[in-house]
């Protein structure tokens, strides 16, 4: 069947445009929900006062300082692996088959349903272990769930930074280590923090994994052994018991705002990263 | 007086030889070129006097190369000594993407020297030694990417300088520079070899034939001649090294 070229050109391009359209709807029509629901009861005292009577009244602060906890736990436990992991794959081994599993190995990691992390976290610290519902437990899950993301950034990162400024550096008489940290690491530095910045993106949103391992305890942690429970978790309690729906929409709206910042600044960290080396 | 002598040199990347059978040595303090058509190995060669090739999978070497009389492929080198004293200048003007300053003291820092004073020092020296200074010293905070190609050079040059070098491998150090730039960077040679021993690999035969007192011609991973430069250029021994000169091919 014969179709003027024409015709299908603009036929085409219009059916593109629709799904173009209907994806950044949908996206922008839960975000605008979210907000419409959740801004009424966001206030000051709403994101500094603590949850009382099981979250129906009051605050989310402790909520906020349970998920800061967590994320800067799992961060700073998931960066020294994963960025020296990276570091490794990339400048000190050629490519072979031993790199190939372990690249195998993390990717398989990142496919993981976050559920099956907390699982294992609830096995291996919480009861193993011995840490308890707690933020060490917690942190330990989501660094594990993180780990890929932040190694795969942190090697793609390292890569783009151009071979021949490391045999400028052996030229002159450097090792292979000061290459790394004096001319690689600060290069790849935007790259990297990139990553790491999806990564408390993903610890921030994170649910299942952390219900199982840190609990959902609603006092202020006083120690990496307090349980605690993180914003994501207390949304998903208020709303699934319907303790109150306007408070679940109000720490929904926290959570979303907290990601679109997070998200917003990393785009524009590798935005500039980008245009450094193009 | 030779610096540098090299005898029965063969490199192979895998199965294919990339150097056959070179000998030669190189004068102290004077420039010598290497001169011959894309592939024929003159890169290679330059690249086996600072080691530079190490860094590639599956080479192999055999024969001699002694730097002062000392065999650089011997079980007891110091690597990073023998980068220190056989520098490289690189065929694209390649600064790190830091401060001019950074870039500099470069060299000073990877070898410890982390003593201010000393840096600044040893900053301005090698700075002025390549006609920077004047050009860069009210910026020294800036990217060094900011700079024009040639002035990118002459700081890798200087880059260079600071860990006080004998000899300086440059590998087509002007083929990204138009031709004024060229000449700025080739009087800056014909000062150089006053300290260091210049061996320079070219494209441009009128470059060799302009800077170099030597002038190896190498073809298909030989060394087809070797001499003076006047005597290459004006009669050469081999008819494949006339050939080329002449342009016939190449």
Redesign the interface.
């Known amino acids: 069947m014969y179709v003027n070229p024409r015709l299908e050109q603009r036929v085409v391009q219009s059916i593109l445009w629709l799904f173009t359209a209907i994806t950044v709807f949908i996206l922008f029509y839960i975000i605008f929900f979210i907000l419409k629901n959740g801004l009424p009861v966001l206030n000051y005292q709403f994101l500094t006062t603590n949850p009382t009577d099981m979250g129906k009244s009051g605050g989310i602060y402790s909520t906020i300082i349970g998920t800061i906890a967590l994320t800067i736990g799992a961060i700073l436990i998931a960066t020294p692996l994963g960025v020296g992991t990276a570091i490794y794959l990339t400048e000190y081994t ?1 490519e072979s088959k031993i790199t190939r599993v372990i690249r195998f190995g993390s990717e398989c990691l990142a496919g993981i349903p976050s559920i099956i992390f907390g699982l294992f976290g609830f096995i291996l610290f919480v009861t193993k272990l011995k840490f308890g519902w707690s933020i060490l437990s917690g942190s330990l899950t989501l660094a594990f769930m993180i780990l890929p993301t932040i190694i795969r950034t942190s090697e793609e990162a390292l890569k783009s930074v ?1 071979y ?2 490391r ?9 292979k280590w ?1 290459t790394v940290t ?2 690689v690491l ?2 790849a530095l935007p790259g990297i923090v990139t990553g790491v910045i999806l990564s408390v993106g993903r610890s921030i949103s994170e649910t299942a994994a952390v219900i199982f391992t840190a609990g959902s305890a609603l006092r202020i942690p006083t120690s990496i052994f307090s349980s605690s429970r993180t914003m994501a978790v207390h949304f998903y309690i208020l709303a699934r018991e319907g303790i109150s729906m306007p408070n679940a929409y109000g720490t929904a709206a926290v959570l979303i705002i907290a990601i679109l910042i997070i998200n917003i600044t990393a785009y524009r960290l590798m935005h500039k990263f980008m245009k ?1 080396y193009s | 007086m030779s610096i540098i002598e090299v005898n029965k040199l063969n490199l192979f990347y895998g199965n294919f030889q990339a150097l056959k059978e070179i000998t030669l040595r190189i004068e102290k303090q004077k420039i010598t070129a290497l001169i011959g058509p894309s592939g024929c190995g003159k890169s290679t060669f330059l690249r086996t006097l600072n080691r530079m090739n190490d860094l590639i999978d599956d080479v192999r070497i055999s024969g001699s190369v002694k730097i002062s009389g000392n065999d650089i492929y011997g079980s007891d080198v110091d690597l990073l000594a023998l980068r220190k004293k056989v520098g490289m200048v690189f065929q694209r003007p390649n600064p790190f993407p830091l401060s001019i300053y950074d870039n500099v003291v470069y060299g000073l820092r990877v070898h410890g020297i982390l003593d201010k004073k000393i840096m600044e020092q040893k900053l301005q020296w090698s700075l002025e030694s390549v006609h920077l200074w004047d050009e860069v010293k009210d910026k020294l905070d800036q990217n060094a990417l900011t700079l024009s190609g040639e002035q990118q050079q002459r700081l890798c040059i200087a880059r260079l300088a600071v860990v006080e070098p004998e000899v300086l491998l440059m590998d087509e150090p002007c083929s990204a520079l138009d031709p004024m730039s060229t000449a700025k960077i080739e009087d800056l040679m014909y000062e150089l070899k006053k300290q260091y021993t210049i061996i320079i690999v070219t494209h441009n035969m009128q470059q060799a034939a302009r800077v170099s007192e030597y002038t190896g011609y190498f073809l298909l991973g030989e060394l087809v001649e070797f001499g003076e430069t006047n005597q290459i250029f004006t009669s050469p021994k081999d008819s494949r090294t006339e050939d080329y000169l002449t342009g016939r091919f190449g």
């Open positions: 050629l151009p021949n400024l045999e400028v550096s052996f030229s002159l008489g450097g090792t000061q004096k001319v600060p290069s450094k």
